[in-house]
């Protein structure tokens, strides 16, 4: 699975390309920053920040995007031009039919490193060693961008299996209503035939057993008319 993950941002926007499957080795297919410049006015720069996600998604055709979900802070400029690089990057993905998932940075510091509050620099070595590079990788929105990535191959292609593993029963089984899937053992009859079944076996009895008829109600007739 090919992944894009983008750490969003305005002035720096982190983007990451990591291929791999849950279980086998991660490699680093590419990793960049996209800048812009912090004077310009905010419609021009989100548009300098789409023109370059546009050649991102071309030049490698990811088949899922990770991006890393906003949180509060007391700066609101920064969390607005993050919200607004982050529905470019949605919007693109959208129209191209690609999923779209939302890591929080406590899940991907914990898929990385195994510590929900590692700081940057244990991230960053983890990264490093896990895609075998040379040379950590900068600034520290393009590590962010590969941890990202590593998070969801590792976290949202087991939940993609799974998901794609319970359609498969479902369709299978035939389920309806709940979405829970039906125990119904190989070269088992159809469902309906099964119930027509058991219910003939219910009302079946054995021989020697005298038939009980269900009572009958009184017949009324009305005054003058002959019983036929």
Same mark, same amino acid.
């Given at each position: 699975?090919?992944? *894009? ?9 982190? $983007? ?13 297919? #590419? ?10 006015? &905010? ?6 920040? #789409? ?11 990811? #088949? ?7 949180? %509060? ?10 919200? /607004? $690089? ?17 890591? &929080?940075? &406590?899940? !991907? ?11 940057? %620099?244990? !991230?960053? &070595?983890?990264?490093?060693? @896990?895609?075998? @590079? ?18 969801? !191959?590792?976290?949202?292609?087991? /939940? ?8 498969? $029963? ?7 209503? +709940? ?9 088992? %009859?159809?469902?309906?035939?099964? *119930?027509? %079944?058991?219910?003939?076996? !219910?009302?079946? /009895? ?15 007739? +009305? ?6």
């Amino acid at each position: 699975m090919r992944v *894009l993950a983008v750490d969003p941002g305005l002035t720096r926007c982190g $983007v990451g390309v990591v291929d791999g499957v849950p279980g086998r080795r991660l490699s680093l297919v #590419e990793v960049g920053v996209i800048r812009t410049p912090a004077g310009d006015p &905010t419609p021009k720069r989100l548009v300098a920040v #789409e023109d370059e996600m546009r050649q991102w998604f071309a030049r490698h055709r990811p #088949e899922a995007v990770a991006i890393e979900r906003v949180f %509060a802070d007391t700066n609101v400029s920064t969390v607005m031009g993050t919200a /607004q $690089v982050t529905g470019i990057v949605m919007i693109m993905a959208e129209r191209l039919g690609l999923p779209v998932t939302l890591h &929080t940075p &406590t899940e !991907v510091k914990a898929a990385v490193s195994g510590n929900g509050r590692a700081d940057k %620099a244990q !991230v960053t &070595t983890m990264v490093t060693r @896990l895609l075998g @590079l040379a040379t950590p990788p900068k600034p520290a929105d393009a590590a962010d961008a590969l941890a990202l990535a590593i998070c969801h !191959v590792w976290r949202g292609g087991t /939940q993609s299996r799974l998901e794609d593993a319970r359609l498969e $029963v479902l369709a299978r089984s035939g389920s309806r209503g +709940t979405g829970i899937p039906r125990r119904v053992p190989p070269g088992a %009859a159809p469902a309906q035939r099964r *119930l027509r %079944a058991a219910s003939d076996a !219910v009302t079946r /009895q054995s021989p020697g057993t005298p038939t009980r008829l269900p009572p009958t109600s009184p017949t009324r007739q +009305t005054p003058g008319a002959q019983p036929r």
